[in-house]
């Protein structure tokens, strides 16, 4: 089975901090999502990544970045925690072609006071 | 711009009773449309996707979904729905090449009354 696996679940910085979120997956899976979740909003993608130190940004990607050194690992970089990226995280990966089968995390929770 | 809605933001039925979660799109192509469903705590799981061909798709857990283009809905049903399909729906609609990105509406809870 595939798995997605998010370092952390649960997160609480500080307004300013910076953070780390990573992800691994381990069905050499060439591309890989950062979502966020909010109640009411759903799901938005932040960023997509379809290779190695490939990036591309999604719908909302103000105030993060990402970096993809190897082709299982996809971290998302938060350079200054605000309030407002209080939100659940989730990292997804999928097989290239026209499947849309994304394989998710289980999700990071952050809070950031 | 591709878009999705889910009208319904929660909805209750009673185990063993029929459901159906409506799911409306806007994309200029023929789309490429999915269900996914958020168990408590749990990440995203693929329920059933549509590309092309038959517009009624089976999907796992007993779940199917009908596109009609005339109305630009993909509406999730099930005949009798158990208790352990309490959870969160998500309608998306795939764009850009392969369809990789994924569009999600907001999301439908359901709650399964015993």
């Known amino acids: 089975d595939v798995k997605v696996t998010q370092s952390s679940r649960y997160l609480v910085k500080r307004t300013g901090e910076k953070v780390f979120l990573e992800c691994v997956q381990d069905m050499d899976h060439e591309n890989m999502f950062w979502y966020r979740q909010d109640p009411g909003l759903g799901l938005r993608l932040i960023y997509f990544s379809y290779d190695v130190k490939m990036k591309e940004k999604g719908d909302i990607p103000e105030g993060y970045s990402v970096s993809r050194e190897k082709k299982e690992r996809f971290s998302l970089i938060l350079e200054s925690a605000s309030t407002n990226q209080t939100s659940m995280y989730l990292c997804?990966?999928?097989?290239?072609?026209?499947?849309?089968?994304?394989?998710f995390g289980e999700g990071s929770r952050l809070t950031v006071l | 711009a591709q878009s999705v809605t889910q009208p319904d933001i929660h909805i209750t039925v009673s185990e063993g009773a029929s459901l159906e979660l409506r799911c409306n799109y806007s994309y200029g192509a023929t789309p490429y449309l999915f269900w996914y469903v958020q168990s408590p705590g749990q990440g995203l799981q693929l329920l059933l996707k549509?590309?092309?061909?038959?517009?009624l798709v089976q999907g796992i857990k007993g779940f199917e979904a009908e596109f009609k283009r005339s109305q630009s809905s993909f509406n999730l049903r099930k005949p009798s729905v158990h208790w352990s399909d309490a959870a969160e729906y998500f309608c998306?609609?795939?764009?850009?090449?392969?369809?990789?990105?994924?569009?999600f509406g907001q999301g439908t809870r359901l709650t399964i009354n015993p």
């Open positions: 549509y590309f092309s061909g038959d517009t």
């Open positions: 997804a990966s999928s097989p290239p072609g026209p499947t849309g089968e994304l394989f």
């Open positions: 998306a609609v795939g764009r850009g090449q392969g369809a990789q990105k994924l569009v």
